[in-house]
């Protein structure tokens, strides 16, 4: 017999007693003697004995296993939040099983099959950059299934979600470079579909706005990627043909805001003395680039630990979603360094 295969009758085999004095000497029930709780003990350690997950699982019709959906793992930010997830989850005796979506809704919709085939206890999740239905997570809403949101949170009746303030977020990053005094400051924006993207846009019209700043719709780019490459394009395409060249850019992420500097770079303009920049989330390469990148910072570890935190109370009947706060929102903080600083 191979000692990672003892089960309780192994031990009660040996032992010469029945299966439930087995169980219930572990449990540490009342009734059994000490000496047959020591032996019991002793020999389950002995063999390498190991509780069957499933069937304890089956008992309290929960798996004590929560699956996470991201859309990349790569993703500074989104590393940090998982970090907090699993010091919450591990703390309270639950398991994670983790998937990403690489930003597509099929593969999405794939992991939220795989996991609930898993017989997982619950969802934490942050939709790809192609949801625009969320009937899929709707339905087991519908049927009671708990699922937190986080970041990217939908517009779904009753829906839980964390979320940073992303509103204001971006009006202190937008002021601050208004306050340095820069004037034609533009909007490199995340997909438009993206809530976030929404509440970073209005940010920064209200900042322009009470700022006596005059808002232009071309002030605003898409950048649906959001990545340096794509930014670096944009931004040459901008620098290159607008006859009213800007004097800043605020980005939706740090990685938009690489590409801008990268370009502004290209076409032979001073960071901050030209241009300043200003990017969004805080990744670990701001303090390493020339000049220094200011970002503004998110906390993801704390609203990993938090959403985890909800979903778990929910799963265990602690708090009613229907009677609960639907939204919890978490401050950010603006790191000034040398990309912004003119005065």
Same mark, same amino acid.
């Given at each position: =017999?191979? +000692?990672?295969?003892?089960?309780?009758?192994?031990?009660?085999?040996? +032992?010469?007693?029945?299966?439930?004095?087995?169980?219930?000497?572990?449990?540490?029930?009342?009734? *059994?003697?000490? !000496?047959?709780?020591?032996?019991?003990?002793? /020999?389950? !350690?002995?063999?390498?004995?190991?509780?069957?997950?499933?069937?304890?699982?089956?008992?309290?019709?929960?798996?004590?296993?929560?699956?996470? *959906?991201?859309?990349?793992?790569?993703?500074?930010?989104?590393?940090?939040?998982?970090?907090?997830?699993?010091?919450?989850?591990?703390?309270?005796?639950?398991?994670?099983? /983790?998937?990403?979506?690489?930003?597509?809704?099929?593969?999405?919709?794939?992991?939220?099959?795989?996991?609930?085939?898993?017989? *997982?206890?619950?969802? /934490?999740?942050?939709?790809?950059? !192609?949801?625009?239905?969320?009937?899929?997570?709707?339905?087991?809403?519908?049927?009671?299934?708990?699922?937190?949101?986080?970041?990217?949170?939908?517009?779904?009746?009753?829906?839980?979600?964390?979320?940073?303030?992303?509103?204001?977020?971006?009006?202190?990053?937008?002021?601050?470079? @208004?306050?340095?005094?820069?004037?034609? @400051?533009? &909007?490199?924006?995340?997909?438009?579909?993206?809530? %976030?993207?929404?509440?970073?846009?209005?940010?920064?019209?209200?900042?322009?706005?009470?700022?006596? @700043?005059?808002?232009?719709?071309?002030?605003?780019?898409? #950048?649906?990627?959001?990545?340096?490459?794509?930014?670096?394009?944009?931004?040459?395409?901008?620098?290159?043909?607008?006859? !009213?060249?800007?004097?800043?850019?605020? #980005? &939706?992420?740090?990685?938009?805001?690489?590409?801008?500097? =990268?370009? #502004?770079?290209?076409?032979?303009?001073?960071?901050?003395?030209?241009?300043?920049?200003?990017?969004?989330?805080?990744?670990?390469? #701001?303090?390493? +680039?020339?000049?220094? +990148?200011?970002?503004?910072?998110?906390?993801?570890?704390?609203?990993?630990?938090?959403?985890?935190?909800?979903?778990?109370?929910?799963?265990?009947?602690? %708090?009613?979603?229907?009677?609960?706060?639907?939204?919890?929102?978490?401050?950010?903080?603006?790191?000034?360094?040398?990309?912004?600083?003119? %005065?």
């Amino acid at each position: =017999m191979k +000692l990672e295969q003892a089960t309780i009758k192994d031990i009660a085999r040996e +032992l010469n007693v029945s299966s439930s004095t087995v169980s219930r000497a572990l449990k540490d029930y009342p009734g *059994i003697s000490d !000496e047959t709780k020591r032996k019991v003990k002793e /020999l389950a !350690e002995k063999m390498n004995y190991r509780p069957n997950a499933i069937a304890l699982s089956l008992r309290k019709s929960r798996s004590f296993t929560i699956g996470v *959906i991201i859309p990349e793992v790569v993703h500074f930010f989104f590393s940090t939040v998982i970090s907090g997830i699993e010091e919450v989850a591990f703390s309270r005796g639950y398991n994670v099983i /983790l998937t990403q979506t690489n930003e597509k809704l099929a593969r999405e919709k794939s992991s939220v099959d795989t996991m609930l085939s898993n017989q *997982i206890d619950g969802f /934490l999740v942050s939709y790809s950059k !192609e949801t625009t239905d969320f009937n899929h997570f709707s339905r087991l809403l519908d049927q009671g299934f708990p699922i937190v949101f986080f970041d990217r949170v939908p517009e779904i009746e009753d829906s839980v979600n964390v979320v940073v303030d992303d509103f204001k977020g971006s009006y202190e990053a937008s002021k601050h470079l @208004i306050l340095q005094g820069y004037r034609r @400051i533009y &909007h490199i924006s995340g997909p438009v579909q993206l809530k %976030i993207s929404k509440e970073r846009l209005r940010g920064y019209q209200a900042a322009l706005e009470d700022h006596g @700043i005059k808002f232009e719709n071309s002030w605003v780019i898409e #950048c649906p990627r959001g990545d340096e490459n794509e930014a670096k394009e944009i931004t040459l395409e901008i620098l290159k043909t607008n006859s !009213e060249k800007p004097d800043a850019f605020f #980005c &939706h992420n740090d990685m938009a805001a690489v590409g801008v500097m =990268m370009a #502004c770079k290209e076409m032979g303009l001073k960071i901050p003395q030209d241009i300043g920049v200003v990017g969004f989330s805080n990744w670990q390469f #701001c303090t390493m +680039l020339d000049p220094s +990148l200011s970002s503004v910072a998110q906390p993801g570890f704390k609203m990993g630990a938090k959403a985890t935190e909800i979903l778990l109370d929910i799963i265990e009947k602690k %708090i009613n979603t229907k009677e609960t706060q639907n939204t919890f929102v978490l401050d950010t903080e603006l790191l000034v360094r040398k990309s912004s600083v003119k %005065i």
